[in-house]
C-alpha cells in the first residue's frame, strides 16, 4: 500500500506539479486513497441500499434529519462568514488571487476551506437517508454526481491550490446550503412545513451561483495572476456540466409537466414522502409502518 501511495504522489506530482505543503499532516490530505476509498463506499451504498430496502419498510427520520439539517446549516454559516471575514482582512483581489499573495492571511482560508472538503464527506448522507425512506427517485445522475464528485475535486483543490482564487466558488456555495440545509430542516417539522415557501429558490440560486462563479473564474484568465490557469479551465468546465444538470432538473421539477406528474402520483403521501420528500417525519429513525401505528394507538 505504501509503495502504492507514493507511486501514486509521484504522478500527481509531475501531473499537477508539487502540493501545497500547508495542509501536510491534516487530515485526510496527504493521502488520496482515504478519499478516494469513501467515494467508491458512497457508490455502492448508492447502488446496494435500494436493493437492500426494496422488501422493507421504509424509515422516517424526524429527530435525526432536524439535527443533522441544523448541524449543516450552522457549519455552512460558519464558512460562509468565515471566508467572507477572511478575503476582507486579506484584501483578496477578485479579478485573480494567488494561493501565497497574502501571507498569513491565507492560512484562515486555508482552515476554513478544510472544512468545505470535509463537508462533503458528510453530506454524503444526504443520500443514505434517501435510500433508507426509499426515496429513490430522489437519487438522480445529477444527485449523485454532484455529491461524489465534489469531495475529490475539493482534496485536490486543498493539496494544490488551498486558498486564493479557489475561496469565491466555495464561499457562494456555503451561503446557499444555508438556505438549503435550513429548508431541509425545517421541513422536517410538520407544524412549519406550509411556512416554508424558498424551495424552488434553492435551484435558481444554485445556478445563479455557478455562473458567478464561472464569470469571476473567467476574470482570472483575462487577468492573470500566479494562480494556475489550467485550474481556471477545469472549473469552467465543471461549472458548466452542474448549470446543465441542474438545469434540466429545475425543468423536469417545476415546469407544468412536472406538476402533472405529481398529481399523477398521490401515493406518494402514503409512503413516508408526505408533502415534502426531503425529509422523513418521526421522532426517531424507525420503520414508517411503526411510527404510524404509534400516532394511530395515540389518538385512540
Known sequence: MEHFDASLSTYFKAWLGPRDTRVKGWLLMDNYIPTFVFSIIYL???????KYMKNRQAYSCRGILVVYNLGLTLLSLYMFIELVTGVWEAQYN???????????????IIHVLWWYYFSKLIEFMDTFFFILRKNNHQ?????????ASMLNIWWFVMNWIPCGHSYFGATLNSFIHVLMYSYYGLSSIPSIRPYIWWKKY?????????????????????WPCSFPLGWLYFQIGYMLTLITLFTNFYVQTYNKKGSSRRKE???E????????????????????????????????
Do not use: M
Open 94 to 108: 477578485f479579478l485573480c488571487q494567488g494561493t501565497r499573495t497574502a501571507g498569513e492571511s491565507d492560512t484562515k
Open 265 to 267: 402520483h398521490p401515493k
Open 44 to 50: 455502492l451504498v448508492v447502488w446496494l441500499g435500494p
Open 202 to 222: 434553492i435551484t435558481q440560486g444554485q445556478l445563479l451561483q455557478f455562473v458567478l462563479t464561472i464569470i469571476q473564474t473567467i476574470s482570472g484568465i483575462i
Open 139 to 147: 437519487i438522480t445522475v445529477l444527485h449523485v454526481y454532484h455529491h
Open 269 to 300: 403521501h402514503q409512503n413516508g414522502w408526505v408533502a415534502v420528500t426531503e425529509n422523513g417525519h418521526t421522532d426517531n429513525c424507525t420503520p414508517l409502518e411503526n411510527s404510524v401505528k404509534l400516532r394511530k394507538q395515540r389518538k385512540d
